[in-house]
């Protein structure tokens, strides 16, 4: 039995030109990525369009069950730093970070059994309405600050990672793949 030798590159650049001959995208993988942006944007826009108050984007009329709204929020809670991040994280300091994974769907249902029926009864919309009525503008304020000021910071890096592995499969420039995904976000 025979068997072909392969010779790969050598040099400072062989990792990229690994990376580039494994990572060529064919026709189909073209249509299921963008296939997959464009339904989701359409789907959302289609999902929104019925509501004609504030009430009912924010808190879905109050028709909502618990267990909708705690999928919901974990699904907030997922991003594409989750996705790209955990493997590696596997990787680099085993598999205990798992617990944390495993014990978000138990916090989301005590979340969701507890707060949500005082948020109905209260009549608030978010958290920080909440605390208005519970202290005042102080803490609303500030909570609202440090939030906004976290997901602001986070909102970068959330957009940024997945544009460098983007940046790389499609051989796009680095600036350019943010704006787009930032894009498709807005819409």
Same mark, same amino acid.
């Given at each position: !039995?025979?068997?072909?030798?392969?010779?790969?590159?050598?040099? $400072?650049?062989?990792?990229?030109?690994?990376? *580039?001959?494994?990572?060529?995208?064919?026709?189909?993988?073209?249509?299921?990525?963008?296939?997959?942006?464009?339904?989701?944007?359409?789907?959302?826009?289609?999902?929104?369009?019925?509501?004609?108050?504030?009430?009912?984007?924010?808190?879905?009329? *109050?028709?909502?069950?618990?267990?909708?709204? /705690?999928?919901?929020? !974990?699904?907030?809670?997922?991003?594409?730093? #989750?996705?790209?991040?955990? $493997?590696?994280?596997?990787?680099?300091?085993?598999?205990?970070?798992?617990?944390?994974?495993? /014990?978000?769907?138990?916090? !989301?249902?005590?979340?969701?059994?507890? !707060?949500?029926?005082?948020?109905?009864?209260?009549?608030?919309?978010?958290?920080?309405?909440? &605390?208005?009525?519970?202290?005042?503008?102080? #803490? =609303?304020?500030?909570?609202?600050?440090?939030?906004?000021?976290?997901?602001?910071?986070?909102?970068?890096?959330?957009?940024?990672?997945?544009?460098?592995?983007?940046? #790389?499969?499609? =051989?796009? $420039?680095?600036?350019?793949? $943010?704006?787009?995904?930032? #894009?498709?976000?807005? &819409?």
């Amino acid at each position: !039995m025979v068997l072909a030798r392969i010779e790969y590159p050598r040099g $400072p650049d062989c990792a990229l030109l690994l990376v *580039n001959a494994v990572l060529r995208m064919n026709y189909l993988d073209w249509l299921v990525l963008f296939g997959t942006i464009i339904f989701i944007v359409v789907y959302g826009s289609l999902k929104t369009r019925g509501h004609k108050s504030i009430e009912g984007y924010l808190k879905g009329d *109050n028709s909502l069950k618990w267990w909708m709204i /705690g999928i919901s929020i !974990m699904a907030t809670q997922a991003s594409a730093i #989750t996705f790209l991040s955990t $493997p590696g994280q596997a990787i680099e300091d085993g598999m205990r970070f798992l617990q944390f994974y495993l /014990g978000l769907p138990l916090a !989301m249902v005590i979340i969701s059994i507890t !707060m949500v029926p005082i948020y109905y009864r209260l009549k608030v919309y978010t958290a920080y309405e909440y &605390l208005e009525t519970r202290f005042d503008l102080k #803490t =609303r304020s500030l909570a609202a600050i440090l939030f906004l000021l976290l997901r602001g910071l986070s909102a970068g890096i959330t957009l940024f990672a997945p544009a460098l592995i983007l940046s #790389t499969i499609l =051989r796009w $420039p680095v600036s350019l793949t $943010p704006i787009l995904i930032g #894009t498709f976000v807005i &819409l």
